[in-house]
């Protein structure tokens, strides 16, 4: 399976947003809340202070562009109340009133601005990568791309061949749906392209703006986790069939594994003021097993070395600390500590999602690593899907 990855570009969102201001908008917009009293201990359990989005909180916070009869219509509502005995006076200072009553942003008004955002980080994103790898827009065969949280067609892979200019001939592969596994499942798909022709050059892009599910009017504790969770990353990488100076980590295998009955555990939910995140207690859990699932393929893959084979680093998305720390737990003990400690550096300013996985090798590759090593990369999503690749730093 040889494949040969570049360093990935990494792009921050650039409005930085304090969980200081979030606790205090969530705390005077549902002061009567159930988790209102502990809402400052459940903002430290994150352990994130700051995180980045692409477009500033006042954004997500902004009414919408129309007041309370946006959806009925001034002309049914004045028939109405005339209808009902209000005289034209009072008919008018019912309207006035009506009309100043702030309405929740509507769907495009929210995600509209995000999907333009998305599309900018992720042509920054690519550039990137084309320049870190040495390569121009004109060497790349084939195109991956994924934007969970900003649904649009024609998607990021058409609008990133017209920016970048790509050949007319390039392969588009949109992967709109893969979510936080974007960042391991587009490199196991470039893998496999590169396999098939080692000639090929991929360029993988992932965009997500996870700050569009932030939903103000939502009181749940889980729309609570959802604000304080999430950040805003776009990256791209260069994945070859044959090895170049730029390449820093060779991918070598691939796992892929879902588990049946689990699609509603944590899912995307399109409504009228925009994309909502919904969350399950459960899902944690069931991530787990997805996890010992891994364990299991990498112990078969080195059963006939299993005393002396480890990762020396381990790159790991599973959507949460609470599972980085089951990890922790059930890894083999001879394994060395420490291996998931970029993953950990990498939540403090915020789960980026289907980026994660980038981020997070950009920080070991920055932190350097010793030819030979051997890396595991991991990330599990909605679905409950799972995808993992084992490689050697180069």
């Not at 809340?33 to 994150?46: E, L, Q």
């Not at 702030?102 to 900018?120: C, F, H, I, L």
């Not at 065969?141 to 969970?148: F, P, R, V």
């Not at 399109?270 to 010992?292: I, K, L, N, S, Y």
């Amino acid at each position: 399976m040889a494949a040969y990855l570049c360093p990935p570009a990494v792009i921050h969102g650039e409005h930085a947003v304090e969980t200081s201001q979030i606790v205090a908008e969530v705390g005077d917009r549902h002061p009567h809340a159930a988790w209102a009293p502990r809402v400052d201990g459940i903002a430290a359990s994150t352990g994130i202070e700051t995180r980045g989005w692409m477009l500033p909180l006042e954004t997500a916070l902004a009414p919408g562009n129309g007041g309370g009869l946006r959806d009925v219509g001034t002309g049914p509502a004045q028939e109405a109340l005339a209808r009902d005995g209000f005289s034209r006076q009072d008919v008018d200072r019912v309207i006035a009133a009506l009309e100043a009553i702030p309405a929740p942003q509507t769907v495009q008004e929210r995600t509209g601005p995000a999907w333009e955002a998305v599309q900018s980080y992720g042509e920054r994103a690519a550039r990137g990568a084309l320049q870190i790898a040495g390569l121009d827009a004109s060497d790349i065969d084939c195109l991956i791309t994924s934007h969970s949280t900003t649904p649009a067609l024609p998607g990021l892979d058409v609008s990133l061949a017209n920016k970048l200019d790509l050949r007319n001939d390039v392969m588009l592969l949109p992967a709109t749906q893969w979510a936080c596994v974007a960042g391991t499942r587009s490199l196991a798909l470039a893998a496999d392209l590169v396999a098939a022709d080692p000639d090929r050059v991929v360029l993988v892009v992932i965009a997500e703006a996870l700050s569009t599910t932030y939903q103000p009017a939502d009181d749940t504790i889980e729309s609570l986790i959802v604000r304080l969770l999430f950040a805003d990353t776009a990256v791209a990488a260069v994945v070859t069939g044959r090895p170049r100076s730029e390449s820093v980590l060779r991918l070598d295998a691939a796992w892929h594994h879902t588990l049946p009955g689990t699609r509603d555990l944590h899912r995307l939910d399109t409504r009228a003021d925009g994309t909502h995140f919904v969350m399950d207690r459960r899902g944690p859990r069931a991530v787990q097993e997805t996890v010992t699932a891994m364990w299991e393929w990498l112990r078969v893959r080195y059963q006939d070395d299993p005393d002396s084979w480890h990762p020396d680093v381990l790159l790991a998305h599973p959507g949460g600390t609470r599972v980085l720390e089951y990890m922790e737990q059930t890894m083999p003990d001879a394994w060395p500590s420490g291996l998931l400690d970029y993953s950990r550096d990498s939540y403090t300013s915020g789960n980026r999602g289907g980026a994660a996985v980038f981020d997070i090798l950009r920080r070991a590759h920055d932190a350097g690593q010793k030819s030979g090593s051997r890396a595991v990369l991991y990330a599990a999503a909605p679905g409950l899907t799972a995808t993992a690749l084992e490689g050697e730093w180069l």
